[in-house]
């Protein structure tokens, strides 16, 4: 198998995969009980579901950081609680981040 059609064949599982997430994820969670939870005493609850629906695991942290108009070091900490609540998991690239949310938020 060459190199590229391994890569394509990765790519496509990543998908699959992606897909079964995003399928299981709506079975199971209630979309008005994540935003409610996921703004949870924030002042501008608009920036943060932004925020949140950036998470799609292709984005870094601090472009998202920078799109919701938010401190990255306060976005961090909030990432870090959504993933703790199970709506969110991390992909690790070295240095970078990309938060992936499990569903997103109308």
Request: proline share 4%; aromatic share 6%.
């Given at each position: 198998?060459s190199?590229?059609?391994?890569?394509?064949?990765?790519?496509?599982?990543?998908?699959?995969?992606?897909?079964?997430?995003?399928?299981?994820?709506?079975?199971?969670?209630?979309?008005?009980?994540?935003?409610?939870?996921?703004?949870?005493?924030?002042?501008?609850?608009?920036r943060?579901?932004?925020?949140?629906?950036?998470?799609?695991?292709?984005?870094?942290?601090?472009?998202?950081?920078?799109?919701?108009?938010?401190?990255?070091?306060?976005?961090?900490?909030?990432?870090?609680?959504?993933?703790?609540?199970?709506?969110?998991?991390?992909?690790?690239?070295?240095?970078?981040?990309?938060?992936?949310?499990?569903?997103?938020?109308?």
């Amino acid at each position: 198998m060459s190199e590229e059609s391994l890569v394509k064949t990765l790519n496509s599982i990543k998908d699959q995969f992606d897909i079964i997430i995003s399928l299981l994820a709506r079975q199971t969670l209630d979309q008005k009980e994540i935003k409610e939870t996921i703004t949870k005493g924030a002042r501008d609850k608009k920036r943060l579901i932004t925020c949140f629906n950036l998470c799609d695991g292709k984005t870094p942290l601090t472009e998202i950081a920078k799109a919701g108009k938010m401190d990255p070091g306060n976005l961090s900490r909030q990432v870090e609680s959504w993933e703790n609540d199970g709506y969110v998991f991390k992909i690790r690239d070295g240095q970078k981040t990309f938060p992936k949310a499990l569903i997103r938020i109308p």
